[in-house]
Nanobody, 122 residues
Framework: QVQLVESGGGSAQAGGSLRLSCVRSGYTLNIGCMGWFRQAPGKEREGVASILRGAATYYADSVKGRFTISQDNAKNTVYLQMNSLKPEDTAMYYC????????????????WGHGTQVTVSS
């Protein structure tokens, strides 16, 4: 009953910035946590950032100080501002939603978008 659609991916040079957006639709009243995950070819899916009830935030150590997650409830949209991009940030980025637990573990999330590709060149 919850749909998530990501956008904003693309190509950037190292040190550049991108802003990802995730629009929620359907029955979202029970969604307490929104998260961003990423997966590069041959690597496991990893949690990047999450936000609990549009307030408390959680970040992977690898992106702290560079990425910022935020939420606009009026627009049903969660954002991931990515600054100081590194080639290691290259991955497919997925938006996810959880009815229960929050954090950076993908098993906590029960709704997923289809992803948006981010490619960072050196």
């Amino acid at each position: 009953q919850v749909q998530l659609v990501e956008s904003g991916g693309g190509s950037a040079q190292a040190g550049g910035s991108l802003r990802l957006s995730c629009v929620r639709s359907g029955y979202t009243l029970n969604i307490g946590c929104m998260g961003w995950f990423r997966q590069a070819p041959g690597k496991e899916r990893e949690g990047v950032a999450s936000i609990l009830r549009g307030a408390a935030t959680y970040y992977a150590d690898s992106v702290k100080g560079r990425f910022t997650i935020s939420q606009d409830n009026a627009k049903n949209t969660v954002y991931l501002q990515m600054n100081s991009l590194k080639p290691e940030d290259t991955a497919m980025y997925y938006c996810a939603a959880s009815n229960y637990l929050c954090g950076l573990q993908y098993l906590h999330y029960n709704y997923w978008g289809h992803g948006t590709q981010v490619t960072v060149s050196s």
